[in-house]
């Protein structure tokens, strides 16, 4: 199974802008066991926290501007990303 499907369709709406450049680096993860877990290790690797409401990630700054352009909004991550991606991996397995 190719684990990139569990990212298709991409949410319509996420928090920052920051956090659909993150979305798009993780379709391109090939793990296969313990999934969930590392998405969030490589989430860890990235934002380097699971604490606070939003963070700003230079890595993820993108030439399209915008106010929010390199944040990454935590909350979404944890309440909306995780457990949508958990949703899907379970359909697919």
Do not use: H
Not at 36 to 56: A, C, N, P, R, W
């Amino acid at each position: 199974m190719n684990m990139s499907n569990i990212f298709d369709p991409e949410p319509r709406q996420m928090g920052l802008r920051g956090d659909r450049v993150l979305w798009r680096m993780m379709t391109k993860l090939c793990f296969y066991d313990n999934f969930i877990e590392q998405l969030k290790d490589y989430f860890l690797s990235i934002v380097g926290t699971f604490e606070g409401e939003m963070i700003f990630i230079p890595e993820l700054r993108r030439d399209y501007g915008g106010m929010s352009n390199g944040y990454v909004c935590i909350d979404w991550w944890q309440n909306d990303a995780f457990p949508l991606l958990e949703k899907r991996l379970k359909r697919y397995t």
